[in-house]
């Protein structure tokens, strides 16, 4: 059974860090782009970060660029998501997905599998 399994999401003051991981089992990804999703209450998920399968592309939504940094361990089947200057507006619950294609990595119909996510709360 494959499962993407997200850690690290909390509560947060504006201006902190947090460190989101997402564990993948059941099969190997290291040939798959890895990326991040956001939800907010009441919004579509929207694309946060992805990685190209070797870790050397990597593409961020204007939103996070320069604050947010993901990367990837395929040792150990693993993504990450620095997060670095929260505030408010990055409030959601997060979601890691794997993609065969690096290609259509903004759009969450590209993404083949998917994590339960974890809740990321920011306070002001």
């Known amino acids: 059974q494959v499962q993407l399994v997200e850690s690290g999401g909390g509560l947060v003051q504006a201006g902190g860090s947090l460190r989101l991981s997402c564990a993948a089992s059941g099969r190997a990804f290291s040939t798959y782009a890895r990326g991040w999703f956001r939800q907010a209450p009441g919004k579509e998920r929207e694309f946060v970060a992805v990685v190209n399968w070797s870790g050397d592309m990597t593409y961020y939504a204007n939103s996070v660029k320069g604050r947010f940094t993901i990367s990837r361990d395929n040792a150990l089947n693993t993504v990450y998501l620095q997060m670095n200057s929260l505030t408010p507006e990055d409030t959601a619950v997060y979601y890691c997905?794997?993609?065969?294609?690096?290609?259509?990595?903004?759009?969450?119909?590209?993404?083949?599998?998917w994590g339960q996510g974890t809740q990321v709360t920011v306070s002001s």
């Open positions: 997905a794997a993609s065969p294609t690096y290609s259509n990595r903004v759009y969450p119909q590209g993404y083949e599998y």
